[in-house]
T-cell receptor, first 114, second 111 residues
Framework: SQTIHQWPATLVQPVGSPLSLECTVEGTSNPNLYWYRQAAGRGLQLLFYSVGIGQISSEVPQNLSASRPQDRQFILSSKKLLLSDSGFYLC?????????????FGDGTRLSIL | GESVGLHLPTLSVQEGDNSIINCAYSNSASDYFIWYKQESGKGPQFIIDIRSNMDKRQGQRVTVLLNKTVKHLSLQIAATQPGDSAVYFCAENNYGQNFVFGPGTRLSVLP
């Protein structure tokens, strides 16, 4: 069966520090991969998605970037964190190429910027 | 633009009763819908999905109803249990890769 892992589960970082959040998927090949941010009481905001290695699409202008160095690895990064980057970050995957498919989520990273 | 919303932000039900969580969507071209359950501190968990060529789909203790005429989606949970307490999201997709998610409804199960 397929599983998705995100780490760390929680992270406290000072303003201006760099960020690297990692997500890996097991049990499937060539997945679509996604990064979301979830604000309290609001819907999920899509940040980035990827349909293949090295292919990244950004949905909103921001202080963050994403990379996909391997087929089942997705990384969310920042060179200098802002207070507004605080939030709950979720990674998700879906099957590629078969029309509408559900997205399956990891358990997220709670990021707090001090 | 597209939007997905919810009629009720919070819902409290007695244990053993049935729960109904509602969702409205605005894009009549949307053809695929999902309900997710999110427990505190965890990621959303897939519950059930439905495509626009159906108006009802059943799972284990859950039923999703789709009314395309009024662009309304609902999730029914039978014999609600304490473990059902969570936030429930609906999401819509119009054959693209990107879903639109609602803000969620918090379901509280009372003993």
């Amino acid at each position: 069966s397929q599983t998705i892992h995100q780490w760390p589960a929680t992270l406290v970082q000072p303003v201006g520090s760099p960020l690297s959040l990692e997500c890996t998927v097991e049990g499937t090949s060539n997945p679509n991969l996604y990064w979301y941010r979830q604000a309290a009481g609001r819907g999920l905001q899509l940040l980035f998605y990827s349909v293949g290695i090295g292919q990244i699409s950004s949905e909103v202008p921001q202080n963050l970037s994403a990379s996909r160095p391997q087929d089942r690895q997705f990384i969310l990064s920042s060179k200098k964190l802002l207070l507004s980057d605080s939030g709950f970050y979720l990674c998700a995957w879906s099957v590629r190429g078969y029309g509408n498919q559900p997205q399956h989520f990891g358990d997220g990273t709670r990021l707090s910027i001090l | 633009g597209e939007s997905v919303g919810l009629h009720l932000p919070t819902l409290s039900v007695q244990e053993g009763d049935n729960s109904i969580i509602n969702c409205a969507y605005s894009n009549s071209a949307s053809d695929y819908f999902i309900w997710y359950k999110q427990e505190s501190g965890k990621g959303p968990q897939f519950i059930i999905d439905i495509r626009s060529n159906m108006d009802k789909r059943q799972g284990q203790r859950v039923t999703v109803l789709l009314n395309k005429t009024v662009k309304h989606l609902s999730l029914q949970i039978a014999a609600t249990q304490p473990g059902d307490s969570a936030v429930y999201f609906c999401a819509e997709n119009n054959y693209g890769q990107n879903f639109v998610f609602g803000p969620g409804t918090r379901l509280s199960v009372l003993p």
